[in-house]
């Protein structure tokens, strides 16, 4: 891939779109930025102007990105964190979109991500590894554990 070369007029212009069109990180916008050619200093200048102009918002951005992660991939929140971490979102502003997680909302999910895991898991006769296998794949959404385990205690209840 050709590595284009833009002015920093015309990288901002680019750039704006770019941001108007989702939510962006200050990763990714950095990434775009330095492809286009600029310098390191181009690239801050750049990043403050979108800031100051509300193109750029990390708040805002890890709002939306943890709320459209669990209501659209149903994702937990261990692996919401995680994914903000390797976008380097800032601690606080991970701990400000991950508040936009209804907890009663986040319960019920996960109960319905167990009750549809079960299932598919019904010729599983050792109820040991069914539970081994509905506990891996609630971890591997995201789930925490302690959690996994309150709610595969209230199933397991219902179903006596």
């Given at each position: 891939?050709?590595?284009?070369?833009?002015?920093?007029?015309q990288a901002f212009q680019k750039i704006k779109q770019f941001c108007a069109y989702q939510e962006r990180?200050?990763?990714?916008?950095?990434?775009?930025?330095?492809?286009?050619?600029?310098?390191?200093?181009?690239?801050?200048?750049?990043?403050?102007?979108?800031?100051?102009?509300?193109?750029?918002?990390?708040?805002?951005?890890?709002?939306?990105?943890?709320?459209?992660?669990?209501?659209?991939?149903?994702?937990?929140?261990?692996?919401?964190k995680h994914a903000l971490k390797q976008l380097q979102v800032s601690d606080y502003c991970i701990r400000?979109?991950?508040?936009?997680?209804?907890?009663?909302?986040?319960?019920?999910?996960?109960?319905?991500?167990?009750?549809?895991?079960?299932?598919?898991?019904?010729?599983?006769?050792?109820?040991?590894?069914?539970?081994?296998?509905?506990?891996?794949?609630?971890?591997?959404?995201?789930?925490?554990?302690?959690?996994?385990?309150?709610?595969?205690?209230?199933?397991?209840?219902?179903?006596?």
């Amino acid at each position: 891939m050709r590595q284009m070369t833009l002015t920093p007029l015309q990288a901002f212009q680019k750039i704006k779109q770019f941001c108007a069109y989702q939510e962006r990180c200050h990763s990714e916008v950095k990434e775009k930025l330095y492809g286009y050619g600029l310098n390191k200093t181009e690239v801050d200048d750049l990043i403050s102007k979108l800031i100051e102009e509300n193109y750029l918002n990390e708040e805002r951005f890890a709002e939306q990105f943890a709320g459209g992660r669990f209501r659209m991939k149903k994702w937990g929140r261990v692996k919401i964190k995680h994914a903000l971490k390797q976008l380097q979102v800032s601690d606080y502003c991970i701990r400000k979109g991950m508040k936009v997680i209804d907890e009663d909302a986040y319960r019920t999910t996960l109960a319905k991500l167990l009750s549809e895991k079960q299932k598919t898991l019904r010729k599983e006769s050792n109820l040991f590894v069914r539970k081994r296998k509905l506990t891996d794949y609630l971890l591997q959404k995201g789930y925490e554990s302690e959690l996994i385990r309150e709610v595969l205690n209230e199933a397991k209840d219902e179903s006596d």
